[in-house]
């Protein structure tokens, strides 16, 4: 009877988890949503201390324990960090959201050894999609094709180069779950990701997108026909859409100014850089922002690049843990890619990519980040298992 309970609040917390993860791609850091991953970690964490069977099940896990190591020294290091920060008092928060990202990242384990993995994936793909959607049902059409797709569905996120970054990680997602499902016809909606992904007009989730991308294709190809039929059908429908827009023109531009801008990004890196030098040990502590107004009039407030917002935040330890975290991520890749599952080693590569130009931190409440750094690193984490589920 004990074994039955336990059986059945894994699944109750399993699917609360897969409701959350739904209804966050969404709408992004509502409150009433974030319940479903309170109530999700409530059943975990007490799953782990009333039942001895899923407690063992837990610690024998040793391989993804000893990984789990490098983002709970991340987690603490940073926390700690407020110490000697100027609100020493945000000690209590940040903890408390570390705690959060922690069990994020072991219920996606969870769902993963319990067989839950392809509704995870489902839920992203298909909670994005309908994102996708209800930005471009909403947004201006008059302005569509010129001004970038946002300020439209008022529970997007705010940046609208996070909300490139949601279309990415849906696409990776799809593909995994039409993998997992075998379900071809669910191909139909990647254009639909793609195409708004272009109309952000976000040129870093674009080359990210891109460059982990290409990882499918170059590291051990198996590709059928239906593979490049799909593939093509996608590329065809997305080439007419651009260009019935005009929008090829648009995003031309958006290239070519690139380079311009790229002189930008590294007046704010060298500001940052300075600033960390002053305290290159231990850093300035979790709340330190930039305060500098740029060559164009700009004030800026983050670093653009979340290595070096690490540097500033927490100094050398604090660098040198992130690279830990990230240098132990990506010895996982060859283990997925050994089973045929380049599609999660893709997504932790496109975290990586992306956040070069993205500074904001990584510590908080359910927010952006957490879909954009913490869901793809608790992929990959998360080695292949043989699933349990009925």
Request: charged fraction near 10%; charge should be positive.
């Amino acid at each position: 009877m004990l074994l039955n309970k336990t059986s059945r609040i894994e699944k109750s917390y399993a699917f609360i988890f897969i409701a959350f993860i739904f209804f966050s791609a969404i709408f992004c850091n509502i409150s009433k949503v974030n319940l479903f991953f309170h109530v999700s970690l409530i059943l975990f964490i007490g799953t782990l201390i009333f039942s001895h069977k899923t407690r063992i099940t837990f610690i024998n896990d040793q391989p993804y324990l000893k990984g789990l190591i490098f983002p709970l020294i991340f987690l603490i290091y940073f926390s700690l960090s407020n110490l000697w920060s100027n609100n020493p008092g945000n000690i209590s928060s940040t903890l408390k959201h570390a705690l959060y990202l922690l069990t994020f990242i072991c219920l996606y384990r969870q769902m993963e050894k319990l067989g839950y993995k392809k509704y995870v994936m489902g839920a992203v793909y298909i909670g994005m999609t309908l994102l996708s959607i209800f930005t471009l049902v909403m947004v201006d059409k008059t302005t569509l094709a010129v001004n970038r797709l946002d300020i439209a569905f008022p529970w997007a996120p705010d940046n609208v180069i996070d909300l490139g970054g949601y279309m990415a990680i849906g696409i990776f997602c799809g593909l995994i779950f039409i993998r997992e499902t075998g379900k071809n016809w669910l191909y139909l909606l990647i254009p639909i990701l793609l195409t708004s992904l272009l109309l952000t007009q976000s040129r870093g989730p674009l080359i990210a997108f891109i460059a982990a991308f290409i990882l499918l294709f170059i590291i051990n190809p198996r590709y059928t026909k239906q593979h490049i039929f799909y593939g093509l059908g996608i590329i065809s429908i997305v080439i007419v859409v651009v260009f019935l827009t005009n929008f090829s023109a648009i995003f031309i531009d958006r290239l070519e100014s690139l380079y311009q801008q790229s002189f930008i990004r590294f007046g704010i890196w060298q500001n940052a850089l300075e600033l960390a030098k002053q305290k290159l040990v231990w850093g300035w502590g979790f709340d330190q922002n930039l305060t500098f107004i740029n060559s164009i009039g700009q004030n800026i407030s983050t670093t653009h690049t979340i290595y070096l917002a690490s540097l500033l935040k927490g100094g050398l330890i604090g660098f040198s843990i992130l690279m830990m975290v990230i240098g132990y991520g990506l010895l996982q890749v060859p283990k997925h890619i050994r089973v045929n599952h380049k599609i999660e080693g893709s997504i932790f590569i496109f975290s990586l990519i992306y956040y070069m130009s993205q500074g904001m931190f990584i510590i908080g409440n359910p927010q952006e980040f957490w879909f954009l750094f913490w869901f793809p690193l608790s992929v990959i984490l998360s080695t292949p298992i043989k699933s349990t589920a009925p």
